[in-house]
């Protein structure tokens, strides 16, 4: 008995280790590159497009007004990492932009509430409200993003890219992680062809 635990401890190893080698040979996939939003209108800000935005860190927050995780989890994350990165936001490195993605009770989380409830919860950076086109139940931003969800949130690095998607929970302390990592990253040089 305690050679077959044995020999199944060496089989695990063995499988563990097989597994870690063919992990780190697998090439990283290659980040997608962000899509643009689609806004019907803002609130807090002028019109703004990841365009704009290039060479910052882009932090989004994709919530409703009744969602509970939004409430709970991703407004008040926003509103620490606002404080923790506002010397960042200031110097033009990073952005933070909440989307107003409502896929359900459209006829409670109108743009009337969304402005009252950015104002009791002193949410001063830019809220875009999702279009919806065609009456379409779930709107445009949401179906570029390809979200599941609220909350979910997506953090873009300096060149577009999306480099973190989370519907849901996740751990705060990787996301401030992240987000370091990205405003630390060194933008890639263009590449120019050779002229002859």
């Given at each position: 008995?305690?050679?077959?635990?044995?020999?199944?401890?060496?089989?695990?190893?063995?499988?563990?280790?097989?597994?870690?080698?063919?992990?780190?040979?697998?090439?990283?996939?290659?980040?997608?590159?962000?899509?643009?939003?689609?806004?019907?209108?803002?609130?807090?800000?002028?019109?703004?497009?990841?365009?704009?935005?290039?060479?910052?860190?882009?932090?989004?927050?994709?919530?409703?007004?009744?969602?509970?995780?939004?409430?709970?989890?991703?407004?008040?994350?926003?509103?620490?990492?606002?404080?923790?990165?506002?010397?960042?936001?200031?110097?033009?490195?990073?952005?933070?932009?909440?989307?107003?993605?409502?896929?359900?009770?459209?006829?409670?989380?109108?743009?009337?509430?969304?402005?009252?409830?950015?104002?009791e919860k002193n949410i001063k950076h830019p809220v875009g409200?999702?279009?919806?086109?065609?009456?379409?139940?779930?709107?445009?931003?949401?179906?570029?993003?390809?979200?599941?969800?609220t909350p979910e949130m997506a953090i873009i690095d300096k060149?577009?890219?999306?480099?973190?998607?989370?519907?849901?929970?996740?751990?705060?302390?990787?996301?401030?992680?992240?987000?370091?990592?990205?405003l630390d990253e060194q933008p890639e040089p263009k590449r120019?062809?050779?002229?002859?």
């Amino acid at each position: 008995m305690a050679v077959a635990r044995a020999l199944t401890l060496v089989y695990f190893l063995i499988a563990a280790l097989a597994v870690t080698i063919f992990a780190s040979s697998v090439p990283a996939a290659s980040p997608k590159k962000a899509p643009q939003w689609d806004i019907s209108e803002w609130i807090n800000s002028e019109p703004i497009n990841l365009a704009d935005l290039k060479g910052r860190v882009v932090v989004i927050d994709f919530f409703q007004l009744w969602c509970p995780g939004c409430k709970s989890f991703s407004i008040p994350l926003m509103d620490h990492w606002e404080k923790i990165f506002e010397k960042e936001t200031e110097q033009g490195r990073i952005a933070f932009v909440s989307i107003h993605t409502v896929f359900e009770g459209h006829s409670f989380q109108t743009p009337e509430r969304l402005r009252r409830f950015l104002k009791e919860k002193n949410i001063k950076h830019p809220v875009g409200i999702d279009r919806h086109a065609n009456g379409q139940r779930v709107p445009e931003t949401m179906r570029r993003y390809n979200t599941m969800g609220t909350p979910e949130m997506a953090i873009i690095d300096k060149q577009g890219n999306i480099r973190f998607q989370r519907f849901g929970y996740f751990e705060p302390a990787f996301g401030e992680s992240l987000i370091r990592t990205l405003l630390d990253e060194q933008p890639e040089p263009k590449r120019t062809s050779l002229i002859r």
